[in-house]
């Protein structure tokens, strides 16, 4: 069985920062891209950002320059650090992974609440 664990969520205020970690675990061979999600108005899950297995990584627009995404290979662990937050950034933020194990399948961690406060 394949988890995925988030941490680092929390309250801040604009212009403030976090760091999100997401930790794999159980039964896996090999993680193939991962990324962090967030619930777009209508509930739609959007893209926060994501990185390959080789580091190439993808970013939405509206965390560009102010967000950075980072993986530890070895660790099974995915970082999000995220500065000059803005209030608009308030929401569950969910870690998803692509895993090669016995499996191959996508998992989702239980999600992590960033609130900025103005």
């Known amino acids: 069985q394949v988890q995925l664990v988030e941490s680092g969520g929390g309250s801040v205020q604009a212009g403030g920062s976090l760091r999100l970690s997401c930790t794999a675990s159980?039964?896996?061979?090999?993680?193939?891209?991962m990324g962090w999600y967030r619930r777009a108005p209508g509930n739609q899950r959007e893209l926060v950002a994501s990185i390959a297995a080789a580091g190439v990584t993808n970013y939405a627009d509206s965390v560009k320059g102010r967000f950075t995404l980072s993986r530890d290979n070895a660790k099974n662990t995915l970082y999000l650090q995220m500065n000059s937050l803005k209030p608009e950034d308030t929401d569950v933020y969910s870690c998803?992974?692509?895993?090669?194990?016995?499996?191959?399948?996508?998992?989702w961690g239980q999600g992590t609440q960033v609130t900025v406060s103005s």
């Open positions: 998803g992974a692509a895993i090669i194990g016995p499996t191959i399948g996508v998992y």
């Open positions: 159980g039964k896996l061979f090999r993680i193939d891209t």
